[in-house]
């Protein structure tokens, strides 16, 4: 069965420091990979997703970038966190075949900029 | 653009009354719909699916959902709501060949 680690769990980072995290899928081969983020109130915003390796889209324009080094790796990254980056990041999975193929999503991090 | 909207950030039942949850959508094509449950400090999990067989869809914990083209809704429902219901659940929507839009979120809130 497929399964998808994210870590850390949570996370508390001064402001101006650098940020990675990582999102593993298991048990599926070439899948498409989401980060989405995930502020009260506000639902889950879609930041980036990945049909391979290599690809990268952007969703939306900010102080965040994502690599995907290998078919089932997924990072997120920061050179230097704002406090406006605090929040809920989700990871997320879900196979080639369009959109009949529902999300599968990691426990997520909480990440607190202080 | 697709969008969704769900109305009500918040709602509140007693338990073993009935669950309503609304979700309207917008879309450009046909679209697929999704319902997921959000418990608190965890990720999202899949209740149910809509992806163009039967508009009465049925999903884990007792719960269902209708697609109603003619209304662009698909809301969803339980007959008699658990205090396990108490969670964040979210709709979400696309026309297939693009990533999931999600909804704000509702808070289901149930009472003793």
């Known amino acids: 069965s497929q399964t998808i680690h994210q870590w850390p769990a949570t996370l508390v980072q001064p402001v101006g420091s650098p940020l990675s995290l990582e999102c593993t899928v298991e048990g599926t081969s070439n899948p498409n990979l989401y980060w989405y983020r995930q502020a009260a109130g506000r639902g889950l915003q879609l930041l980036f997703y990945s049909v391979g390796i290599g690809q990268i889209s952007s969703e939306v324009p900010q102080n965040l970038s994502a690599s995907r080094p290998q078919d089932r790796q997924f990072i997120l990254s920061s050179k230097k966190l704002l406090l406006s980056d605090s929040g809920f990041y989700l990871c997320?999975?879900?196979?080639?075949?369009?959109?009949?193929?529902?999300?599968?999503f990691g426990n997520g991090t909480r990440l607190t900029v202080t | 653009a697709q969008s969704v909207t769900q109305l009500g950030s918040h709602v509140s039942v007693s338990e073993g009354a009935l669950v309503l949850l609304r979700c309207n959508y917008s879309s450009s094509v046909p679209p697929y719909l999704f319902w997921y449950v959000q418990y608190p400090n965890q990720g999202l999990q899949l209740l149910l699916k809509?992806?163009?067989?039967?508009?009465l869809v049925k999903g884990i914990n007792g719960f269902e959902a209708e697609f109603k083209k003619s209304e662009t809704s698909f809301h969803l429902t339980k007959p008699s709501a658990h205090m396990s219901d108490a969670a964040e659940y979210f709709c979400a929507v696309t026309p297939g060949n693009t990533p999931l839009v999600f909804g704000k979120g509702t808070r289901l809130s149930v009472i003793a």
């Open positions: 997320a999975w879900n196979l080639r075949t369009g959109g009949r193929s529902p999300l599968h």
């Open positions: 809509y992806t163009s067989a039967a508009t």
